[in-house]
């Protein structure tokens, strides 16, 4: 084949890629964004909220607005009465980097019992701390905590399993450096297309129920 031909099929194909993720990222948004709410005082009756983990600094080291808006969301929810228990899902790569336990020190900080809080250590994923929710932890029925981004994607995969799900969206940061994270969402969405419905991906760690008490 001559180079022209390999350069042709090649365009031909990166155009495909970029339709696909455009499509993907439409359908996602689309049938998520009834279920996104911005005012708390709307959020039908769910008492269980999951709140996705992020890392607690940036690269820099100063503290992360995403993490800190998410805290702050969740913290309004217990205080309102709105939610009584919350799972707390990311990250635990190693003793250096738990986003569980940071989540759950920043809670406590602002007012939440330890009672009131749940880890999962397994949430190494979006899919993974969605999918967990229900099939460790027992909860048809959740509010999801994150960004606004972030919210058509967790609940597209919630839907997908059968979960009643809605989201309250935590305040998107003020910062140049948030450009990075909304670009890869894009992208983000196209895999978790691609994850559900044709390579059937499944979380990497599930293991026994625990149901929570409450």
Known sequence: ???????????????AVLLCVVLANIWVVMSTEADVYLDHHLLPDNKIALVLGTSQKLVNGSPNPFFDNRIQA???LYKEGKVDHF?????????????PLAMKKALMKSGVPDSAITLDYAGLRTLDSVVRSKEIFGQNKIIIITQPFHSYRALFISHYYGIDAVALVAKEPEQEEATKVYFREYFARAKAVLDLYVLKTTPKHLGEKEPLKR
């Open 1 to 15: 084949m001559s180079f022209k031909k390999v350069l042709k099929v090649s365009c031909y194909l990166m155009v």
């Open 74 to 76: 969740a913290a309004a």
């Open 87 to 99: 799972i707390l899902s990311g990250d635990n790569r190693s003793r250096y980097y738990n986003e």
